[in-house]
């Protein structure tokens, strides 16, 4: 199994960009930046603005790779507003695959569902041409589908065959709604 590094970690209670880039860069609590992070299948990470919402539940995590942002942008979770930031693996590369990260506490899955494409704020936060630059590794959407711990530092990270992949985030389907138990 590789090993990677979790570099950084943030949970965001909420969302920071609203208005219009050129209005500027908003107040970015640092104390959003943690060590330890609570992940909960099928709902999040808890804490942060996308925790058990419905219209984010199949993607309410976000990885990015620090490998990704080129000099001079710095690897900074504030300005990318991703959840979580790795060294030493291509998170995009991973879409459509289950993914684990054990950092010690046993491993969480997450299913890798699709890019989080960077956006205008990119290009404010991060610096001039920042949005172009990210195109196809600005990161991943991802639903968590085992309950766990995410923390800063060394990780073991993997890919699930099929036949391993934990059944996903049971109690919901696709649109929410909560399903009956067997």
């Known amino acids: 199994m590789p090993h990677v590094e979790i570099l950084q970690l943030l949970v ?19 104390g959003e930046r943690v060590t330890r992070a609570e992940v909960r299948a099928g709902l999040g990470i808890v804490g942060d603005r996308y925790f058990n919402q419905p219209a984010h539940r199949n993607a309410s995590i976000t990885l990015m ?7 001079p942008y710095p690897a900074d979770l504030l300005r990318t507003r991703r959840n979580v ?10 879409i459509g695959a289950t993914v684990f990260l054990d ?11 699709r890019a989080a494409r960077p956006c205008g704020w990119m ?43 934990p059944s996903a985030a049971p109690g919901y389907d696709d649109s929410g709604a909560v399903l009956p138990r067997s």
């Open 123 to 165: 290009d404010t936060t991060l610096g001039p041409g920042a949005q172009r630059v990210l195109r196809g590794g600005g990161g991943v959407r991802c639903r968590p589908l085992t309950d766990g711990v995410l923390s800063v530092g060394p990780a073991v990270f993997g890919i699930r065959e099929p036949a391993d992949t």
């Open 65 to 71: 790779a620090a490998e990704r942002l080129p000099e």
């Open 103 to 113: 950092c010690g506490f046993g491993p969480v899955d997450l299913e890798v569902r």
């Open 85 to 94: 930031l790795l060294r030493g693996v291509d998170i995009d590369a991973c």
């Open 12 to 30: 965001s209670p909420v969302h920071r960009f609203a208005g219009r880039p050129g209005e500027g860069l908003p107040e970015l609590p640092p």
